[in-house]
Structure formats: C-alpha cells, structure tokens
C-alpha cells in the first residue's frame, strides 16, 4: 500500500544501484567483493550502496524456494472483495496473516490480490473461513489454486537503463 509518507520518502536508485540489483537477481549468493569487480567500484562502495538498498526496503535478499518442493500441498491466490471505506484496517490484518506472502491492493474485478501457502488443505480451509472471511469489510474471496509453475523468476531487472 503506497502512502503519503512512502512516496516522500522514496529514494532514487542510480545505474550503479540498478546494475547492482540486477546482479543480485541472477545470484543472490554473489559476494561484495564480486560485484565490485564486475562494476569496476569498490568493495566499501557496494557495502553501502547494498545497505542503503535493503535499508530502505529497495531490495531484500532471501532465498527463493518452489513451495511444493519444500513440503506444502496447497498454494495459490486469492481475489478479494472489500469494503473499500475499511480498505486501511483490512489490509493491515490481511498482512499480519503468515500464510500469505503477497497482498496488495489493486484496480480492476477485485480490491485486494493476496498470494498463500498453506501446508494442506486443512490448513487453506482454516486460512479462508477462520482467518480472512472473519475480517470486518471482507465481501468475497474467490480461489485459484497452483497446480504448477510454469515459470518462477524474480529477475526482472529495473526501470533504469
């Protein structure tokens, strides 16, 4: 959710930073030293180049994993209808909710996309009617469930050239 205050507060990133973000997304392994080299800068400037960028939440650095892989059988998303006038208490519920890792507030058929894990489906009948369809101003939430992945990069690079 982009507020007042985020937009304020909104750093810019430079090419430097761009080409450094874009090697971290092909390897998030790769070291201080490595991209240093490969950018020709020093190692101290991509320590704190790197530390502003995690710092101000531009970039996080974390290990991407297939879900089905690591044990869970459920994982999807969800479209969800609100009552946009409680639009700011929903969301902030919707986020504190483990099992969904991505929730955000969009145009369109729906109000709020929000992407889960769930250990079973147990656990997904829990998250739907004991979790989310509890929250005050919540109106629908409409199912898809992943039943493969076809493709799961975060590799996009940046809008800087």
Known sequence: MI?????KNKIKIDAVDSQMIVLLQNDGRIS??????????AESTVRTRLKRL?????????A???PFDLGFQ????????????????????????KELWY???????????????????????TLIFEKINK????NKIETSLIMQYGKHKFDW?????
């Open 3 to 7: 507020t007042k205050k985020m937009k």
């Open 32 to 41: 201080n030293t490595a991209i240093a080299k490969k950018l020709g800068i």
């Open 54 to 62: 995690i710092d101000n939440k531009i970039v996080q650095i974390v």
């Open 64 to 66: 991407v994993s297939s």
């Open 74 to 97: 459920v994982a999807g998303n969800f479209k969800i209808s609100i009552d946009l006038k409680k639009k700011d208490s929903i969301m902030q519920e919707l986020v504190a909710i």
């Open 103 to 125: 929730v955000v507030l969009t145009t369109g058929g729906t109000d709020v996309d929000a992407d889960f894990i769930a250990p079973s489906f147990e656990d997904l009948q």
């Open 135 to 138: 929250i005050d101003g919540i």
């Open 157 to 161: 690079g940046t809008a800087i050239p």
